[in-house]
């Protein structure tokens, strides 16, 4: 389970950092469909890290209680889910950059949230190594 935990989070850094990379090129088909495909990866991985991370929370690793009371688990958690609810705006830019061509002018926040996923993953990272170490 720790396994497809880390291998689950480093996709999602990875598809956040394509996605950052092709949110820099001309804004055409090709670059259209990589950004959508990499948000799938990002939506995907994002899922995979949920649910494997609870379950090693409820039923793999140590009792629920222990996780909830450290202040690293409570950051990590709540940083995942606003790094969740930032790609909502992405996500939805990309799908409709699919029908229609793109917006240039949505380009400048869509970088901003993604260095903010950026950072917030940084944080994560941070947290997560805080907990190994029983800090928090």
């Not at 804004?27 to 939506?43: K, P």
């Amino acid at each position: 389970m720790a396994f497809l935990h880390h291998l689950a989070a480093f996709a999602v850094v990875v598809a956040i950092a394509v996605e950052f990379v092709f949110i820099r090129d001309e804004l055409n088909v090709r670059t259209v469909r990589r950004l959508a495909v990499a948000d799938a990866v990002l939506g995907f991985s994002a899922a995979l890290l949920l649910v494997v991370g609870l379950l090693r929370v409820f039923y793999f690793e140590k009792s629920a209680a222990y996780y909830f009371s450290n202040s690293a688990f409570i950051v990590k958690l709540a940083l995942f889910v606003l790094i969740a609810l930032a790609s909502i705006y992405p996500t939805v830019k990309f799908l409709g950059w699919r029908k229609s061509a793109p917006d240039p002018a949505t380009v400048p926040a869509i970088r901003r949230i993604l260095h903010l996923e950026l950072i917030g993953v940084a944080i994560i990272l941070l947290a997560a190594a805080l907990m190994a170490k029983g800090i928090g």
